[in-house]
């Protein structure tokens, strides 16, 4: 078996991975996600030039791979927020305004 040396530079990177496992493993925790959005309302959807599209599937359609409630969080509460930066900095910049992405 080999011995692997312990140096100051080794513990100190452990040490600062030590709450990144433990947020990691209290984010896993059973009903975390469900618990998380249903404690927040829905958001508003907003209004302004850019809006989010609806998904064109159920947000349970690929639940083999990911589960109703993160799909809910990953695009009602994310893609929501790039949209309303988006629209935020086209207000802000009167150039931007009736322009398209493209």
Excluded: C, W
Excluded at 74 to 89: C, F, R, T
């Amino acid at each position: 078996m080999e011995k692997i040396k312990f140096t100051k530079r080794r513990f100190l990177t452990y040490l600062g991975a030590a709450p990144l496992g433990l947020a990691a493993l209290k984010l896993s925790a059973p009903g975390f996600i469900s618990q998380a959005v249903a404690a927040e309302p829905a958001a508003p959807k907003t209004t302004g030039p850019f809006l989010l599209p609806d998904l064109p599937y159920s947000k349970a359609a690929l639940e083999k791979a990911i589960d109703a409630k993160t799909m809910e969080l990953h695009h009602d509460k994310h893609h929501q927020a790039y949209i309303d930066k988006l629209n935020g900095e086209v207000s802000k910049n009167a150039k931007l305004k009736g322009k398209t992405l493209e």
